[in-house]
């Protein structure tokens, strides 16, 4: 269910989020790919694919701009993840608890 929520989402997004944020902390893209130990021609070409990065790439990529990768992935910060996490099991729960009948 989680991933109901990031699946459908272009991950084009995250590239845009790391623009956005790098303009604004006047950090170049070759300094955050090379802190996440990438070249900057993988970093292109994982977002050519529409693909993300490792974890730990992601990890450090959020790091060099402070803030976190739910925030990059997602465009929400973690609080709000959680309760979207929450709200998600719990609808499981209660479908699980009372499914419907069919006809």
Do not use: C
């Not at 269910?1 to 790391?18: H, L, Q, T």
């Not at 802190?35 to 900057?40: F, H, M, P, T």
Request: proline share 4%.
């Amino acid at each position: 269910m989680f991933f109901s929520y990031i699946w459908p989402m272009s991950f084009i997004d995250f590239y845009e989020r790391v623009k956005s944020l790098a303009k604004t902390k006047n950090i170049t893209i070759e300094y955050i790919v090379g802190q996440a130990g990438l070249s900057l021609a993988s970093y292109n070409a994982y977002r050519r694919r529409g693909n993300l990065p490792r974890a730990d790439e992601a990890l450090v990529i959020a790091q060099a701009l402070g803030t976190t990768v739910e925030y990059l992935i997602m465009g929400t910060e973690p609080e709000n993840i959680k309760k979207i996490i929450l709200d998600d099991f719990q609808a499981v729960i209660d479908r699980h608890r009372n499914p419907q009948k069919k006809s």
